[in-house]
């Protein structure tokens, strides 16, 4: 019987903000985090390796919301995660706090809330 693994199709970026933030951040416009460890949920059905190095790249043009934060020189992206479990499940599996309603889900339909959570 021929077994194959699952494609992983979603990451999570381990952030850390180093002092209290704020932050425009595209359209949600102007938005304060506080200091702490946050964890974002993102997918990448194609192109991963590529979309984890963008994300760990500091210069790039600002697209999601999430590149306000990782261009930022007070936002450390301290790990990487990869997972098979689709995007807003992993999300909705992380215990912590929605501090940006609307953050990095704007294509959401399962009411996360947003896919960018600050952690314990
Ligand atoms: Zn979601």
């Known amino acids: 019987?021929?077994?194959?693994?699952?494609?992983?199709?979603?990451?999570?970026l381990h952030l850390r903000i180093t002092r209290p933030l704020t932050v425009v951040v595209g359209r949600l416009g102007e938005v304060d985090l506080p200091a702490g460890e946050y964890l974002y949920t993102g997918s990448a059905k194609k192109h991963m390796d590529a979309r984890i190095a963008r994300h760990l790249r500091r210069d790039k043009l600002l697209?999601?919301?999430?590149?306000?934060?990782?261009?930022?020189?007070?936002v450390e992206v301290v790990g990487v995660k990869r997972s098979v479990i689709p995007e807003c499940a992993?999300?909705?599996?992380?215990a912590g706090e929605v501090v940006v309603p609307g953050f990095g889900s704007s294509d959401c339909r399962h009411h996360c809330g947003a896919h960018l959570k600050r952690i314990g």
């Open 1 to 12: 019987m021929e077994h194959r693994r699952l494609p992983e199709i979603t990451y999570q």
């Open 63 to 74: 697209r999601w919301h999430i590149d306000y934060l990782t261009s930022h020189p007070d």
């Open 90 to 94: 992993l999300n909705q599996a992380v």
